[in-house]
T-cell receptor, first 113, second 113 residues
Framework: AQSVSQHNHHVILSEAASLELGCNYS??????LFWYVQYPGQHLQLLLK??????LVKGIKGFEAEFIKSKFSFNLRKPSVQWSDTAEYFC???????????FGKGNQVVVIP | DGGITQSPKYLFRKEGQNVTLSCEQN?????MYWYRQDPGQGLRLIYY???????QKGDIAEGYSVSREKKESFPLTVTSAQKNPTAFYLC????????????FGSGTRLTVV
């Protein structure tokens, strides 16, 4: 069964600091990869996704993620965070033929003004 | 606007009672899903349905039941057999197979007292 690992569940940083959230998955076949964000009191929103092509994908609000196939990783980055980036971030993976999106346990990110 | 509607937003029930959570979508998606979100555990799949009148158990189906009589609707019943029902429940939908990601509703927070 596919699984998704996210480390450092709680991240606290100051505005303008850089953010990197790790995501590793276990499935060896063809996968599609996603990062979702959940702002306080709001529903899950798609931040960015990777299907194929350029392994560096750019999403909304200045976020980007890099797919490294050899490391089974899809890490999320933002060079300079803002207070409004305070949210929970979820990495998700779906493998072709599985039909089920598997989520990591999430990263709770708090940005201090 | 197309989207997913979950109702109610907050739900309180007494222990031992069954309760049904509503999920309606007007995105014309064939597939629908129910996830449970608990702090520090991410999203775990309860049930999913790829087509009307068909559904499959997810990873934590015990104590839950679903029906899919209409394409637009996928209600979830939390039965008295569910040992720890207090949680945040999220409904999602997608095109067949879900390879291109899911659209999520705003969730229902169920509290059993």
């Amino acid at each position: 069964a596919q699984s998704v690992s996210q480390h450092n569940h709680h991240v606290i940083l100051s505005e303008a600091a850089s953010l990197e959230l790790g995501c590793n998955y276990s499935y060896g076949g063809t996968v599609n990869l996603f990062w979702y964000v959940q702002y306080p009191g709001q529903h899950l929103q798609l931040l960015l996704k990777y299907f194929s092509g350029d392994p560096l994908v750019k999403g909304i609000k200045g976020f980007e993620a890099e797919f490294i196939k050899s490391k089974f990783s899809f890490n999320l980055r933002k060079p300079s965070v803002q207070w409004s980036d305070t949210a929970e971030y979820f990495c998700a993976v779906i493998s072709y033929g599985n039909n089920r999106l598997a989520f990591g346990k999430g990263n709770q990110v708090v940005v201090i003004p | 606007d197309g989207g997913i509607t979950q109702s109610p937003k907050y739900l309180f029930r007494k222990e031992g009672q069954n309760v049904t959570l509503s999920c309606e979508q007007n995105l014309n998606h064939d597939a629908m899903y129910w996830y449970r979100q608990d702090p520090g555990q991410g999203l775990r799949l309860i049930y999913y349905s790829q087509i009307v009148n068909d559904f499959q158990k997810g990873d934590i189906a015990e104590g839950y039941s679903v029906s899919r009589e209409k394409k637009e609707s996928f209600p979830l019943t939390v039965t008295s057999a569910q040992k720890n029902p207090t949680a945040f429940y999220l409904c999602a939908s997608s095109i067949p197979n879900g390879n291109y990601g899911y659209t999520f509703g705003s969730g229902t927070r169920l509290t059993v007292v």
